[in-house]
C-alpha cells in the first residue's frame, strides 16, 4: 500500500481531535453491516480522530433496514442511518451521505467490504497531510486475473480520457476522503445525473491518491449488474462531453461526402459509358448504413434532451422515509 501525492499543497489548519463522517451507501447487504461497523471502530480506534457512521440505506429489501437500526441502538453516539422511500441508485446514496455528513472529513466506502476500512488512517493522514481530496485507485492482488468487469470498466476510462473534459481517475473508486470544503462545494452542486467519479475531479482540490488491494465481498452478490453499470457509464460520458455531438456533425460531413463522391462517380461512370454496379444490394446496404447513422445521431441527441429534460424538472434526487442521526458528534 502506498500513497502518491499528485498536487503539491501547503497544509491547511486542521481541527485536533477532527471529526470524521464515513458514509456507507448500502443496499441489501445485511450480512456485511455488522462486520463493516466492527472493522471500522478497529480501524478508528486509538487514531486521535472522533468518527461516525453513517449507514444509506437505499432502500432495501432485506433485513439490512433493522440490522442498521439495531447498530445505532447498541451505539447511538457514532451509529446514523438514512433510510430511501425506495432505490434511487447509488449516486443519490451517496450525495445523500454527504449532504447530511458533519464531519471535518467524510470518508465514503461501498457496504460489501471491498473498500477495506483498515485503510481508513491512511486516508486521515493523507488529508492531515494537506490534500482536500484523497482518492483510492483499486489494485489487483498479484497474479490475479482481471475479470470481466474490470476489462470494462479499463475500456470505459480510455473511452472516457478521449472524451471527457476532466481528469477521470482509471481504476477510481467511491472510495474516498473529501475536506469539509469539497464536501460544500459537492452539496452546492444541482444536477441530477450525478456522477461523482467526474464531479469530485471538476471541483479542482487538491488531491492524492492511496493504492488498495480489491478485496473479494464479504458475503452478498454484487447489486452493479450491466444495465446499472451501462447507466453510470452513460451518465460520466453524457454529464463531462460534448464530444458525441461534434461527432454527429463529422458523421454527417463524411457522409454527405460519400453521398456525392458516389454520385460524381455514378454520373462519370455514366457518360464514359461504363457499367454502375446496379441491383437491390448495393441500394439495400446504402439504405441501412445510412439509416443507421440516422437512428445513431437521433438517439445521441436524445441522451442529451433526456437528462435535460429530467434536470429542468428539478426532482429531488432522493425521498427520505426515516432518519436517525448519531447522538453526538
Known sequence: MRCDTLVSAVPGPRPDPPLISIVV????EEDCVEELARRVREAMAGGGARYEILFVDDGSRDRTPERVAELHKSDPATVG??????????????AAGLR????????SMDGDLQHPP?????????????????NTVRRLPPGAARSLKERTAHVF????????????????ADFRLLDRRAVDAFNALEERSLYARGLIPWLGFPETRVEYEVADRYAGRSKYGLWPMLRLALDGIFSFSVLPLRLISILGLVTTLFGVGFGVFALV??????????????VVVLILVFGGVQLLSIGIL???VGRVYAEVKRRPRYV??????????
Open 157 to 172: 476510462y480510455r473511452v472516457m480520457a478521449a472524451l471527457a473534459s476532466v481528469p477521470v481517475i482509471p481504476a477510481g
Open 100 to 107: 447530511h455528513a458533519r464531519g471535518d472529513a467524510v470518508v
Open 269 to 282: 461512370a455514366h457518360l464514359s459509358g461504363g457499367v454502375v454496379a446496379s441491383g437491390w444490394t448495393s
Open 302 to 304: 436524445s441522451e442529451y
Open 320 to 329: 427520505i422515509e426515516s432518519q436517525s442521526e448519531p447522538d453526538s458528534p
Open 81 to 94: 442511518t438514512l433510510r430511501f422511500t425506495r432505490s434511487f441508485g447509488h449516486q443519490a446514496a451517496l
Open 25 to 28: 451507501p448500502v443496499l441489501d
Open 118 to 134: 483498515e485503510l481508513l488512517p491512511t486516508l486521515i493522514d493523507a488529508w492531515r497531510g494537506g490534500a482536500d481530496v484523497v
